[in-house]
């Protein structure tokens, strides 16, 4: 664990304990998958709390989350889950992400990867309070994501200009490509490598692996770049959907 991360968790941790009765806390995403970059990674986490988050609860979520004054602050993401509700998938649930509060689900990716590669900071271990998710559910979920949200963002120009749409978009669709053939999750470094199996652009996946990793950046505008990317993601959501 890096020194700054470890002290982030470990305020948080203190600060949640006394603002929700928590059960449990668990880390998913590149922490739990041993492919954390601090500074570059988020941290996604996922408290499991014994009943539904009150109005009172949710004011001090929020401000136990603004009240969070050490480096990487805010790239801590936490969905906060009540242990009745963990069977159902279509519940959404308190979360605090990109600086705000709001509600949405838990899905199928991060209860998997809670499952395969999910680290404990507090508490029981995943298997023993998140019900496991079947491949057909996995896949489902999978393949749905892929045509009603990227395949449909593909359809604009303007935000592949971005560098976070071209970075999520390129490994989601290596990662959703491993899952749907072999029903399995890949981390993010992984992905990169399977890009290049995609016949991805590769100065793209050069520049996405640069941003994360700190290698040697390629030289390639963003509009060629972002071309690249939207061209490549939208024709293999097509292939693999076929």
């Known amino acids: 664990m890096h020194a700054?991360?470890?002290?982030?968790?470990?305020?948080?941790?203190?600060?949640?304990?006394?603002?929700?009765?928590?059960?449990?806390?668990?880390?998913?995403?590149?922490?739990?998958?041993?492919?954390?970059?601090?500074?570059?990674?988020?941290?996604?986490?996922?408290?499991?709390?014994?009943?539904?988050?009150?109005?009172?609860?949710?004011?001090?979520?929020?401000?136990?989350?603004?009240?969070?004054?050490l480096p990487l602050a805010d790239r801590l993401h936490c969905s906060y889950m009540a242990r009745q509700e963990l069977a159902d998938h279509a519940v959404e649930h308190v979360t605090w992400a990109h600086q705000e509060i709001y509600r949405r689900t838990v899905t199928a990716i991060t209860r998997r990867e809670l499952h395969e590669a999910g680290r404990v900071l507090f508490g029981s271990p995943p298997g023993g309070l998140l019900p496991p998710v079947p491949d057909a559910e996995l896949a489902a979920f999978v393949r749905a994501d892929l045509r009603d949200f990227w395949l449909e963002k593909t359809r604009g120009r303007r935000r592949w200009l971005r560098d976070v749409w071209v970075d999520l978009g390129m490994v989601t669709v290596a990662r959703a490509t491993v899952t749907l053939r072999e029903g399995r999750l890949i981390s993010k470094r992984e992905a990169l490598d399977v890009l290049a199996e995609l016949g991805a652009p590769e100065k793209v996946v050069a520049d996405v692996r640069a941003r994360r990793y700190g290698t040697p950046a390629p030289v390639l505008s963003r509009f060629r770049r972002g071309r690249l990317a939207r061209a490549f993601i939208r024709s293999a959501i097509k292939q693999e959907l076929a």
């Open 4 to 69: 700054a991360t470890e002290r982030l968790l470990r305020r948080f941790l203190e600060g949640v304990e006394p603002a929700v009765p928590l059960v449990a806390l668990w880390a998913h995403g590149s922490l739990g998958a041993g492919d954390y970059q601090e500074g570059r990674s988020d941290l996604d986490l996922v408290a499991i709390v014994d009943s539904p988050v009150t109005m009172e609860q949710w004011r001090r979520i929020k401000a136990l989350h603004r009240s969070l004054d």
